[in-house]
């Protein structure tokens, strides 16, 4: 156990090593590594920035029912006994004509406009909450809600959520497509690196095969090297994404503010970005398996 | 300590490199290997450390047959044999210190007992001074005795080198035969190959000749 723990010491080291002895070149495959694997971690960010704003509009399922300005009186309250009976409905508020006007009249800049006004021309009308978020259910009570004929028409807005869901779920596909592209270019660049450095340490490994070396011990550096070169990388890119998150937020948060929105673009939580340099780690890993098992078998010293 | 019994060594192509060979080094013994160029004194060396494997017979070392190790376990082998190689294998990237600690490092020897070991060994082939050198700075005799060291800091009870006075003038040729000598005569077993008949008969030594790939001859020592 303790001769174990000195062999990955030392081979955690050798690898260090290599990297000081070559800092040039090492910085440049982190870099490469970073800047691939910036591109889907901030299009992730952005997504679940977004994700977050489009959840919360879609989990507001609001339907505005209104109503004939002729209806009945009578037909009003059946209207109501009916909504409220409704399973479909989680809860009603009945917006009578005289408060609509007053609401609209304490909207900003519409005060002059509901005074000059010489009657009120707004309907009664109610306001329900569908118990079902989702949008194909909220349509079908919408068209339920038609057929009733005191309502002169039923006001669904599901249509742009359904739509920012879908293309944010697209461009979710497309960020997963990225990573995974970008990802196996990190598993090559890694490849490459690691197989640059067997065949310069060519003399090294054949020696050391020759006296003795288990293939364990030879490999394990290079092991460590694609693992300091992914994680590495996943740090790089990390510090991208910060950085222009910090350097953009301030202006995405003007732009939406001039459009009277709040948002901003989050910095990724701790788990995302523990969960980033895992993977890119892994990543340099998986390269550098890949690059060990394929070129130290040739090293067969005679 | 060493024994070959019917050994032969078929290359692919054909080219038959020994024939039937069996003879046996015992422990503790010291043993030179003779005979004239391609006459199979390195396959023989080699089937030593598994570096070759035979085609047919049985290479016995220390109790272990040779050929039939799996791959996992030639490394431990290996551990325990002293290999000098004929170009001497050191590495050119590191100081003579670096290149005599190095299977130091695969049996994961702790520190500070591997930098004693290190000195000794470097101590006993008369370099104690030139331990921070590399080895392009140092002449052909010095190199070998690098290789020595680096042969014998992991205390193997069998010593095997391939050529080690090769390229050498006689007066170094000599020294490095007398350092081999020397660690027989702490009872490590010592099998060396050369081509140089009278240096070999300098030392009263038993002697294997090889000759086309047969055990021509066998000399007893004195």
């Keep these: 156990m303790r001769i174990w723990l000195r062999h990955h010491r030392q081979a955690f080291a050798a690898a ?126 919408a068209t339920d809600l038609r057929r009733e004929p005191s309502v002169e028409h039923v006001q669904a807005d599901t249509a742009w959520a359904r739509r920012l869901a879908a293309v944010t779920r697209l461009a979710r596909v497309a960020v997963l497509l990225l990573a995974g592209l970008l990802g196996f270019g990190l598993v090559a660049v890694t490849f490459n690196t690691i197989r640059l450095q067997i065949l310069t340490q060519r003399d090294e490994i054949e020696v050391s095969k020759l006296i003795g070396a288990t293939d364990g011990f030879i490999r394990r550096p290079f092991f460590y090297l694609g693992l300091l070169q992914g994680a590495g990388g996943g740090l ?34 701790a788990f995302s970005t523990f969960a980033v340099l895992v993977l890119a780690a892994a990543l340099g890993w998986l390269g550098a398996y890949l690059s060990v098992s394929r070129y130290l078998r040739e090293i067969q010293p005679r | 300590m060493i024994s070959f019994s019917g050994v032969s060594k078929r290359y692919p192509g054909g080219q038959e490199a020994l024939k039937n060979i069996s003879f046996a080094v015992q422990a503790g ?75 130091l490092a695969f049996s994961g020897v702790a520190p500070r007992e591997a930098a004693r070991r290190v000195r000794a060994a470097l101590d006993k082939v008369g370099l104690l001074g030139r331990e921070k050198a590399n080895p392009v700075q140092l002449s052909g005799g010095e190199q070998q005795r690098v290789a020595i060291a680096r042969a014998v800091v992991n205390r193997p009870a069998v010593l095997v080198a391939d050529e080690p006075t090769a390229n050498l003038d006689q007066e170094s040729a000599l020294r490095i035969v007398e350092i081999f000598v020397a660690f027989h005569q702490v009872g490590v077993t010592v099998l060396i190959a050369t081509h140089d008949q009278g240096l070999a008969a300098r030392f009263g030594q038993r002697i294997l000749r090889l000759a086309a790939g047969r055990l021509a001859s066998t000399e007893a020592g004195a």
Excluded: C
């Design chain 1, 16 to 141: 260090l090593g290599k990297i000081a002895a070559q800092r040039a070149s090492s910085a440049v495959s982190a870099l490469v590594i970073g800047v691939a694997l910036a591109l889907p971690a901030a299009g992730y960010t952005l997504l679940e920035s977004v994700r977050a704003l489009t959840g919360r509009m879609a989990l507001d399922p609001q339907l505005t029912v209104f109503l004939r300005g002729n209806a009945a009186r009578g037909d009003v309250d059946a209207l109501a006994a009916r909504i409220k009976s409704d399973p479909r409905v989680a809860a009603s508020r009945f917006v009578p004509r005289e408060q609509a006007l007053k609401e609209l009249a304490s909207v900003e800049g519409l005060t002059d406009v509901v005074g000059a006004l010489e009657s009120n021309p707004l309907p009664d009308a109610f306001v329900l909450r569908a118990r079902d978020p989702d949008a194909q259910a909220i349509d079908a009570l």
């Design chain 1, 236 to 269: 790089l890119a990390l510090a991208i994404v910060w950085g222009t998150l910090a350097l953009l937020n301030p202006q995405i948060a003007a732009l939406a503010a001039s459009y009277g929105a709040n948002f901003r673009v989050a910095f990724p939580p």
């Design chain 2, 29 to 103: 013994e010291m043993a030179f290997l003779t005979g004239p160029s391609g006459a199979g004194k390195s396959t023989l060396l080699k089937l030593i450390p598994a570096i070759e494997r035979p085609s047919s017979g049985s290479v016995v070392v220390n109790g272990q047959n040779v050929g039939a190790l799996t791959p996992a376990a030639i490394p431990y082998l290996r551990r325990h044999l002293g290999i000098v190689f004929q170009d001497q294998k050191l590495l050119y990237d590191r100081s003579v210190y670096d290149n005599v600690l190095l299977p």
